[in-house]
């Protein structure tokens, strides 16, 4: 079993930065992918980026340009940059880990932009 564990949110102004972290441990394969995905009050889950194993990136138009997926040098350590923040952006955001034919949530961490 993998577990996920996402962190680094909190209320920050609009404008400003947020670096989220996601900590994958357990039964990781050694090569995976790893996704970021955010769920706004009263709307469904949104795709925002997505790393995979061999570091090619994908983001989602919403965010391409303001948010950097990236690997720390602790590979099980997967980073969301997040700047220019704006209101819209206000959610909890998830970390998917993707590995085979299997995956894990982790539970989130609130990220509330104020205008």
């Known amino acids: 079993q993998v577990q996920v564990v996402e962190s680094g949110g909190g209320l920050v102004q609009s404008g400003g930065s947020l670096k989220l972290s996601c900590e994958v441990s357990?039964?990781?394969?050694?090569?995976?992918?790893i996704g970021w995905y955010r769920q706004a009050p009263g709307k469904e889950r949104e795709y925002l980026a997505r790393?995979?194993?061999?570091?090619?990136?994908q983001y989602e138009d919403a965010v391409k340009g303001r948010f950097t997926i990236f690997r720390g040098t602790n590979k099980n350590v997967v980073y969301l940059q997040m700047n220019n923040l704006k209101p819209e952006d206000t959610a909890v955001y998830y970390c998917?880990?993707?590995?085979?034919?299997?995956?894990?949530w982790g539970r989130g961490t609130q990220v509330t932009v104020s205008s």
């Open positions: 357990g039964r990781t394969l050694s090569a995976y992918d």
């Open positions: 790393l995979w194993d061999n570091g090619l990136t």
């Open positions: 998917r880990y993707v590995g085979g034919h299997g995956h894990s």
